[in-house]
T-cell receptor, first 113, second 107 residues
Framework: EPEVTQTPSHQVTQMGQEVILRCVPISNHLYFYWYRQILGQKVEFLVSFYNNEISEKSEIFDDQFSVERPDGSNFTLKIRSTKLEDSAMYFC???????????FGQGTRLTVV | KNEVEQSPQNLTAQEGEFITINCSYSVGISALHWLQQHPGGGIVSLFMLSSGKKKHGRLIATINIQEKHSSLHITASHPRDSAVYICAVRQNNDMRFGAGTRLTVKP
């Protein structure tokens, strides 16, 4: 069964460093999403991406965040200068059309020290 | 104000019991999702609803658009149903999540 794949599963980084979280969405899906979940808190929407551009982003998704689909299969989330409060589980998801179920990856746990 | 409210926050049941988890929302939505988050953190989509009712195995989800309310039911609950169940609503291309209901089913 097709699935969304995220790498790495766990990333530890020093405060101020740049990190790139990687996702491979399901191949025929057109909509891509990033979400985050700080430990013990609810899932929060970060950004949605369609047709090679951001279609919606939340207040959390400020200038230190960026997304890219560099090669037609990968979908990446970059955090330019990590802060302690960026420590969270980051989930990638994809869906075939806008109004359909989203398929989630297993998440990347980011720990900023 | 929390746009998506779930109840209860925690629920413990005996194996075989019928489970109901509720979700109320305050915004206009295009769809409502029920998600299951396993103890390891992974998220699985259970249902997407925009009206009426859907059934998949022992799971049933209903939505009342006028009342801005949805329920997730689990019939004949089993310990493997133990997880956090999350309601999420889609507004345009944004998605707002409830805090989740932690379900524990005891054998």
């Amino acid at each position: 069964e097709p699935e969304v794949t995220q790498t790495p599963s766990h990333q530890v980084t020093q405060m101020g460093q740049e990190v790139i979280l990687r996702c491979v969405p399901i191949s025929n899906h057109l909509y891509f999403y990033w979400y985050r979940q700080i430990l013990g808190q609810k899932v929060e929407f970060l950004v949605s991406f369609y047709n090679n551009e951001i279609s919606e982003k939340s207040e959390i998704f400020d200038d230190q965040f960026s997304v890219e689909r560099p090669d037609g299969s990968n979908f990446t989330l970059k955090i330019r200068s990590t802060k302690l409060e960026d420590s969270a589980m980051y989930f990638c998801a994809s869906s075939p059309v806008r109004e359909s179920e989203a398929f989630f990856g297993q998440g990347t746990r980011l720990t900023v020290v | 104000k929390n746009e998506v409210e779930q109840s209860p926050q925690n629920l413990t049941a005996q194996e075989g019991e019928f489970i109901t988890i509720n979700c109320s929302y305050s915004v206009g939505i295009s769809a409502l999702h029920w998600l299951q988050q396993h103890p390891g953190g992974g998220i699985v989509s259970l249902f997407m609803l925009s009206s009426g009712k859907k059934k998949h195995g022992r799971l049933i989800a209903t939505i009342n658009i006028q009342e801005k309310h949805s329920s997730l039911h689990i019939t004949a609950s089993h310990p493997r149903d133990s997880a956090v169940y999350i309601c999420a609503v889609r507004q345009n291309n944004d998605m707002r999540f409830g805090a989740g209901t932690r379900l524990t089913v005891k054998p």
